[in-house]
């Protein structure tokens, strides 16, 4: 196992704490995938699977709204996303495409369990960690809410070119 993949993992606020052996165990059974530049890992409405870390690349996160691709945000090496799918079960809530050939980790709930089965605690702080990541991301979304009701109007999303 490269230990620049653990090292990877464990400056990441999901993997915070978390022990060596433990990201080792997790990473032995995690597919990398490789979405070439304008492919995508997946897109809005489809069934979410599990959660990514992004080893190689830039990815573009977006949001269809009124027949337009509106830009979320863009994440680079050692970003996650998709972590969302391992706690709701829901269908993904945006799309996510490659801007550059990409590598990423993917993170199943399947992965997950396998921890549980091996390290109970482990497994707790890594669930505690995703809330975690998933809480400050939705206090940053609460604000920009609360923001524009006051009619404080955040810039205008960029609009991106259908693929």
Same mark, same amino acid.
């Given at each position: +196992?490269a230990?620049?993949r653990?090292?990877?993992l464990?400056q990441?606020?999901?993997f @915070?704490?978390?022990a060596? =052996?433990?990201v080792?165990?997790?990473?032995a059974?995690?597919?990398?995938v490789?979405?070439? /530049? @304008? %492919?995508?890992f997946? /897109?809005?409405?489809?069934?979410?699977? %599990?959660?990514?870390?992004?080893e190689?690349g830039?990815?573009?996160i *977006?949001?269809?709204?009124?027949?337009?691709?509106?830009l979320i945000?863009?994440?680079a090496?050692?970003?996650?996303?998709?972590? +969302?799918?391992? !706690?709701?079960l829901?269908?993904?809530?945006?799309?996510?495409r490659? =801007?550059? =050939?990409? *590598? $990423?980790?993917? !993170?199943?709930?399947?992965?997950?369990?396998?921890?549980?089965?091996?390290?109970?605690?482990?497994f707790?702080?890594?669930?505690?960690?995703? $809330? /975690?990541?998933? *809480?400050?991301?939705?206090?940053?979304? =609460?604000?920009?809410?609360?923001? $524009?009701?006051? %009619?404080?109007?955040?810039?205008?999303?960029? /609009?991106?070119?259908?693929?």
């Amino acid at each position: +196992m490269a230990a620049s993949r653990i090292e990877l993992l464990q400056q990441m606020p999901i993997f @915070g704490a978390i022990a060596a =052996d433990t990201v080792e165990f997790l990473l032995a059974a995690a597919p990398v995938v490789e979405v070439p /530049r @304008g %492919g995508y890992f997946f /897109r809005e409405g489809e069934p979410g699977h %599990g959660m990514f870390v992004l080893e190689r690349g830039s990815v573009t996160i *977006s949001k269809s709204w009124q027949q337009h691709e509106l830009l979320i945000r863009r994440l680079a090496q050692g970003d996650c996303f998709g972590e +969302m799918a391992l !706690l709701d079960l829901f269908p993904r809530s945006a799309s996510v495409r490659a =801007d550059v =050939d990409c *590598s $990423a980790i993917e !993170l199943t709930s399947a992965n997950l369990y396998r921890v549980f089965e091996r390290d109970v605690e482990q497994f707790a702080l890594i669930q505690m960690n995703i $809330a /975690r990541e998933m *809480s400050r991301r939705l206090r940053i979304t =609460d604000d920009l809410l609360f923001r $524009a009701s006051m %009619g404080d109007v955040p810039e205008t999303p960029e /609009r991106l070119l259908r693929r």
